[in-house]
């Protein structure tokens, strides 16, 4: 793996979260968030993330946030750390086993990663296994990530293709 490989980290408490709470609705309704965190170099790592708020909308095949709520909590966060923790990607939930992204999920990851012109984590939370990748613009498909190595601060994932040739 080289150096400029972007590595993603995310905390514990944050995958527990958000597993927790797309399972305690699961088969029910779509759950999902921002995730919050900071930039290091490329590497980015997720502190926190939001759950859903009574503003979004959700149904079993689907989940649409509003962005009234999210965007406070993520201003609030970036004002408390003096300016490091801001919006960097989004979760949702998938009422599938192993989750794969649908053709709404790349467009609107797309739109965000454009309209924020810095790379993104999106993370797919499934029954299963959660799909994590990184968006860059410009670039039309997110790259696929995996599992790498667990510490303390969290659980890194790195390029499945970089991964794979090391
Ligand atoms: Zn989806």
Same mark, same amino acid.
């Given at each position: 793996?080289t150096?400029?490989?972007?590595? &993603?980290? $995310?905390a514990?408490?944050v995958?527990?979260?958000?597993?927790?709470?797309a399972?305690?609705? *699961?088969?029910?309704?779509?759950?999902? #968030? &921002?995730?919050?965190?900071?930039?290091? #170099? /490329? %590497?980015?790592?997720?502190?926190? *993330?939001?759950?859903?708020?009574?503003?979004?909308?959700s149904?079993? &095949?689907?989940?649409r946030?509003? /962005?009234? #709520?999210h965007?406070?909590? !993520?201003?609030?966060?970036?004002?408390?750390?003096? %300016?490091?923790?801001?919006?960097?990607?989004?979760? %949702?939930?998938? /009422?599938?086993k %192993?989750?794969?992204?649908?053709?709404?999920?790349?467009?609107?990851?797309? !739109?965000?990663?454009? +309209?924020?012109g810095?790379?993104?984590?999106?993370?797919?939370v +499934?029954?299963? !296994?959660?799909?994590?990748?990184? *968006?860059?613009?410009g670039?039309?498909r997110? $790259?696929?990530?995996?599992?790498?190595e667990?510490?303390?601060?969290? $659980?890194?994932f790195?390029?499945?293709?970089? *991964? !794979?040739?090391?």
């Amino acid at each position: 793996m080289t150096d400029s490989s972007p590595v &993603i980290l $995310i905390a514990h408490d944050v995958l527990e979260r958000i597993t927790a709470d797309a399972a305690s609705f *699961a088969g029910r309704k779509e759950r999902g #968030g &921002i995730l919050i965190g900071l930039r290091r #170099g /490329p %590497h980015i790592e997720i502190r926190d *993330a939001t759950l859903p708020m009574r503003w979004d909308f959700s149904t079993f &095949i689907s989940f649409r946030r509003s /962005p009234r #709520g999210h965007q406070s909590v !993520a201003l609030r966060r970036w004002r408390e750390s003096s %300016h490091t923790l801001d919006w960097v990607g989004e979760w %949702h939930s998938h /009422p599938e086993k %192993h989750p794969r992204p649908s053709s709404i999920d790349l467009r609107s990851w797309r !739109a965000a990663v454009e +309209g924020r012109g810095a790379p993104m984590v999106f993370v797919i939370v +499934g029954y299963a !296994a959660k799909w994590v990748s990184l *968006a860059i613009p410009g670039s039309l498909r997110p $790259i696929e990530y995996r599992q790498s190595e667990t510490s303390s601060a969290g $659980i890194a994932f790195v390029d499945m293709s970089q *991964a !794979a040739k090391s």
